[in-house]
């Protein structure tokens, strides 16, 4: 079963906003990471952030994480039309696996 | 640029008619992984490698296999495929780490069952 819940499934902003994306999971983890997918393709990292860390950047990318509230945030600052894809949350517990949200598919129009 | 390939990108088989879909890696990593993907759905992982050390999930059907002849190459195999295999399938790669690793994924081979 999913270990995280995303929130929301879907997001249509125009270029140039914000696009905030939600996760929340259920049990302890060692890090949570974000991918993104677009149409038909394979996943790509993102960003990793560990489970001491609260707040990390890379770009316009803005992740944080709520270890007592089991929950992270992904914001996309200045969004593009190349945005536009799938986003997921992946969290790691240990055992080399991976475990992955719903995703929110976020779509940036022009 | 090391990567993970994944071929083919577009398989059709029929109903009850062996598939294999394969998978190289240039990465070196020892951990692959593979998992399918149904449409707006997450990746739903069946099985991994850990080295040679094969890792079931507990919920993967007894109609899919898998090979690793070696560091490079992992085979997935249905065997008898149901419409319900109809999928995206995806095979990553990632080096063994407590703190775990980032997974690097290849393309992903669409399976089409008729």
């Known amino acids: 079963s999913q270990q995280g819940e995303e929130d929301p499934q879907a997001l249509s902003i125009q270029e140039g906003e914000n696009a905030t994306m939600n996760c929340s999971y259920k049990?302890?983890?060692?890090?949570l990471q974000w991918y993104r997918q677009n149409s038909g393709r394979g996943l790509v990292h993102l960003i990793l952030i560990r489970s001491n860390e609260r707040e990390k950047h890379s770009g316009r990318l803005r992740v944080t994480l709520d270890t007592s509230k089991k929950s992270s945030s992904l914001l996309i600052t200045a969004s593009r039309a190349a945005d536009t894809a799938s986003y997921f949350c992946a969290t790691y517990g240990g055992g080399n696996m991976l475990t992955f949200g719903g995703g929110t598919r976020l779509m940036v129009k022009p | 640029d090391a990567m993970v390939i994944q071929n083919p990108r577009y398989q059709v088989t029929q109903f009850g008619k062996p598939v294999t879909l394969s998978c190289s890696q240039t990465l070196n990593h020892n951990v692959m992984y593979w998992y399918q993907q149904k449409s707006s759905q997450a990746p739903k992982l069946l099985f991994h490698y850990y080295d040679k050390d094969f890792n079931n999930e507990a919920d993967t059907p007894d109609n899919f296999q898998s090979r690793r002849p070696n560091t490079s190459f992992c085979f997935l195999d249905i065997r008898s495929p149901g419409l319900g295999d109809a999928a995206m399938y995806l095979c990553?790669?990632?080096?063994?780490?407590?703190?775990?690793?980032?997974?690097?994924f290849g393309p992903g081979t669409r399976l089409t069952v008729l």
């Open positions: 990553a790669t990632s080096r063994e780490d407590r703190e775990g690793n980032e997974q690097f």
């Open positions: 049990t302890s983890i060692n890090n």
